[in-house]
């Protein structure tokens, strides 16, 4: 199963032109998206508030990542300030995968954005979170907080851009995307084995874990036969026949 280390932005003196600033609304963004990841099969470790970009990079280094993601909102420079407009999706140019997940998050972000010729991928050298990183890395720009019409973009569609974002990550991982449903209560109803959690909706995929008859577990999706769960801190699919939601 996928694990991606999250990273939204800690600055927290970045102010949004129309009030609030980076970290608020990139943590939010980062709120919208974890029941989406987590629906789609994809676990997550996230850093804090109180972290820096250089606390955040050596927490990802210290863990086993597929993916490292950056979210940011954008400023132009003082001259032209509040005059520029657009999402920048950046990678680090020697990275393939890095360059495979920047593209896919752009077209993806093309289909959301008010004006798609405005959203790129772009190759830096300069930014730590996609040069430092021993996990593939991709930092998001999602528009520009200087701009009115940008900002107010970013604040009245968080959700779509979480939804848009994860959907760009299982497109990534080669999974399907899962609408987030409100978490519900099921039941493992097997003839007395164990249930497999499985990393893919799959017969042959590997299994994360297994769920004895008659435990408890969170539904948070549905792919055909496949019901997308939670467990004791794992996330996976598992078939639907011997689950019975209550």
Known sequence: MPKIYLSPSTQEFNQYVGGGNEEQYMNLLADYMEPYLLASGINYVRNTPDMTASSSIRQSNEGNYDLHLALHSNASPEFMAGQLQGSDVYYYPRSSKGFEAAQIIADNLKLIYPDPSLVNAVPTTGIGEVKRTKAPAVLIEVAYHDNIEDEQWIKNNLEEIAANIVLS???????????????????????????????????????????????LLDVLGQYGPWYSVYYNGVTGFAFSEYISIL
């Open 169 to 215: 990550l299982t497109q990534y991982f080669g999974l399907p995307f899962i609408p987030y449903t409100e978490g519900k209560a099921a039941v493992v109803k097997t003839d007395g084995g164990n249930l497999n959690i499985r990393a893919y909706p799959s017969s042959d995929s590997a299994v994360n874990t297994v769920v004895p008859n008659g435990a």
